[in-house]
């Protein structure tokens, strides 16, 4: 079967670049610019980065962290951590450790994140609206210090989304905001 295109005959390679295709070429060279510049300027200025300090944990020195917060959130209902407290949250397979708890509406708590043994991800998002959904990552040996505060009350479900073995789909868990 023969090409459906026809064979070049002229020097089609030699033709100088049109006018408006060189217009096209430096709008999306300036587009490309902007969006590099704007990506760059949205992890300084943009408030949804999370940012917060890093410090090297074992995995068993991080357990014990766990232990202790778990023991203070069963001296209060229903594991309710009071406004301005700290919350701590290890992933492991399959599950993750220090949840559920119970936080109070647009108020500010340090999340301290790690995991027990391989990386797993941390996906939080009201059960309302599951397509709002906020992503971070647990690693083991490193602790991650995040102020954060929901606003809306309600049940936060939380699910891995790194792959992580066979049990990786059920790793599932959720926190409470109230009023
Ligand atoms: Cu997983």
């Given at each position: 079967?023969s090409s459906p295109l026809k064979p070049q005959t002229d020097n089609w390679w030699?033709?100088?670049?049109?006018?408006?295709?060189?217009?096209?070429?430096g709008i999306s060279v300036f587009w490309a610019l902007v969006l590099f510049g704007?990506?760059?300027?949205?992890?300084?200025?943009?408030?949804?980065?999370?940012?917060?300090?890093?410090?090297?944990?074992?995995?068993?020195?991080?357990q014990t962290k766990i232990d202790s917060f778990k023991a203070r959130a069963e001296?209060?209902?229903?594991?309710?951590?009071?406004?301005?407290?700290?919350?701590?949250?290890?992933?492991?397979?399959?599950?993750?450790?220090?949840?559920?708890?119970?936080?109070?509406?647009?108020?500010?708590?340090?999340?301290?994140?790690?995991?027990?043994?391989?990386?797993?991800?941390?996906?939080?998002?009201?059960?309302?609206?599951?397509?709002?959904?906020?992503?971070?990552?647990?690693?083991?040996?490193?602790?991650?210090?995040?102020?954060?505060?929901?606003?809306?009350?309600?049940?936060?479900?939380?699910?891995?989304?790194?792959?992580?073995?066979?049990?990786?789909?059920?790793?599932?868990?959720?926190?409470?905001?109230?009023?």
């Amino acid at each position: 079967m023969s090409s459906p295109l026809k064979p070049q005959t002229d020097n089609w390679w030699d033709v100088p670049v049109h006018w408006d295709e060189k217009v096209w070429i430096g709008i999306s060279v300036f587009w490309a610019l902007v969006l590099f510049g704007w990506m760059t300027a949205w992890g300084s200025i943009g408030n949804q980065t999370q940012e917060g300090p890093t410090y090297q944990v074992s995995p068993n020195a991080f357990q014990t962290k766990i232990d202790s917060f778990k023991a203070r959130a069963e001296e209060t209902d229903r594991g309710f951590r009071p406004a301005g407290s700290d919350v701590y949250i290890a992933g492991m397979r399959y599950g993750f450790d220090g949840l559920p708890v119970v936080l109070k509406a647009g108020k500010e708590y340090d999340f301290h994140l790690s995991s027990y043994d391989v990386q797993h991800g941390f996906g939080v998002r009201p059960n309302d609206a599951l397509s709002k959904q906020m992503t971070l990552q647990l690693l083991p040996g490193y602790e991650w210090v995040l102020p954060m505060t929901f606003d809306e009350p309600g049940t936060y479900h939380v699910v891995c989304n790194e792959f992580c073995g066979v049990g990786h789909r059920t790793m599932h868990a959720k926190f409470i905001v109230e009023k």
